[in-house]
T-cell receptor, first 115, second 115 residues
Framework: AQKVTQAQTEISVVEKEDVTLDCVYE???????LFWYKQPPSGELVFLIR??????QNEISGRYSWNFQKSTSSFNFTITASQVVDSAVYFC????????????FGAGTTVTVRA | DVKVTQSSRYLVKRTGEKVFLECVQD?????MFWYRQDPGLGLRLIYF???????EKGDIPEGYSVSREKKERFSLILESASTNQTSMYLC??????????????FGPGTRLTVT
């Protein structure tokens, strides 16, 4: 069964629009970690954020923000005032104790920002 | 900066050939990983290595083997390449202590085509 679901396959926006990427996860563990990675056209995945299951505070980093809601098992990612450089594939991932090394990735959402 | 390098960006092999994909990291990380990435499926773990000469099967190990004789190098071997192994292969590494404990650092990927 898919542990991480990214329902949006592709999103296309015009520069300066906001874009929100959805991520829904499934786990029975009380201790787990959620991640977002960005994969630009160059191919190398870039780590964006890690959240543990005990920290539900939302986080903002520049134009990026994350909304973690345990009640709905969601960890959504918003890019504010998108730029062409934000064009990439974005992956949400989950790791669970005790095998915290093992990341279960969602299928990814391709974001295209048009000038 | 952590650097994970992979021996080739693009590789074309024939069915039945033995294929070696090499990965090197320069940050003395204990853990190393091999993933394959396919459209609509995200990244799936093939093999994981705890440390030198230590390995563990991931979710899709069939048709693959690995070798880790030195800490910095993790090789993925396709004993007899088949067309269904055409994919993007990503290597990653991770330290097992420190503030970036759970972050995996990825290489640029090798796009393998088996004809």
């Amino acid at each position: 069964a898919q542990k991480v679901t990214q329902a949006q396959t592709e999103i296309s926006v015009v520069e300066k629009e906001d874009v929100t990427l959805d991520c829904v996860y499934e786990t029975r563990d009380t201790t787990y970690y959620l991640f977002w990675y960005k994969q630009p056209p160059s191919g190398e995945l870039v780590f964006l954020i890690r959240r543990n299951s005990f920290d539900e505070q939302n986080e903002i980093s520049g134009r990026y923000s994350w909304n973690f809601q345990k009640s709905t098992s969601s960890f959504n990612f918003t890019i504010t005032a998108s730029q062409v450089v934000d064009s990439a594939v974005y992956f949400c991932a989950l790791s669970e104790e005790p095998n915290d090394y093992k990341l279960s990735f969602g299928a990814g959402t391709t974001v295209t920002v048009r000038a | 900066d952590v650097k994970v390098t992979q021996s080739s960006r693009y590789l074309v092999k024939r069915t039945g050939e033995k294929v070696f994909l090499e990965c090197v990291q320069d940050m003395d990380h204990e853990n190393m990983f091999w993933y394959r990435q396919d459209p609509g499926l995200g990244l799936r773990l093939i093999y994981f290595s705890y440390d030198v000469k230590m390995k563990e099967k991931g979710d899709i190990p069939e048709g693959y083997s690995v070798s880790r004789e030195k800490k910095e190098r993790f090789s993925l071997i396709l004993e007899s390449a088949s067309t269904n192994q055409t994919s993007m292969y990503l290597c990653a590494s991770r330290m097992i202590q420190g503030k970036n404990l759970y972050e995996q650092y990825f290489g640029p990927g090798t796009r393998l085509t088996v004809t």
